[in-house]
């Protein structure tokens, strides 16, 4: 008798992270060319981060960029 996966949600969530090659060397390296210490590096660097920002600051970094870009411009006319 086959046994698969038990029904319901699984408790964590995949999520897939883009970021520029030349960062991922940079990580892959300090984890020591080793695929698994450099997700869960990944992992600390995003836990860390989310244990010490607010609610406000987690939102504004979802405004996108050009928001910044144009406040900029405006600080400089002035």
Do not use: C, D, H, W
């Not at 892959?28 to 695929?35: D, F, K, L, S, T």
């Not at 607010?54 to 002035?78: C, F, G, H, Y």
């Amino acid at each position: 008798m086959a046994r698969g996966r038990k029904p319901g949600k699984r408790a964590n969530k995949t999520v897939r992270l883009s970021i520029p090659k030349r960062l991922y060397y940079i990580l892959y390296g300090v984890a020591g060319n080793n695929e698994q210490k450099l997700n869960r590096l990944i992992r600390l660097i995003i836990e860390e981060k989310l244990e010490t920002a607010s609610v406000a600051e987690l939102a504004r970094m979802l405004e996108p960029t050009k928001r910044e870009k144009e406040e900029k411009e405006e600080e400089a006319e002035v």
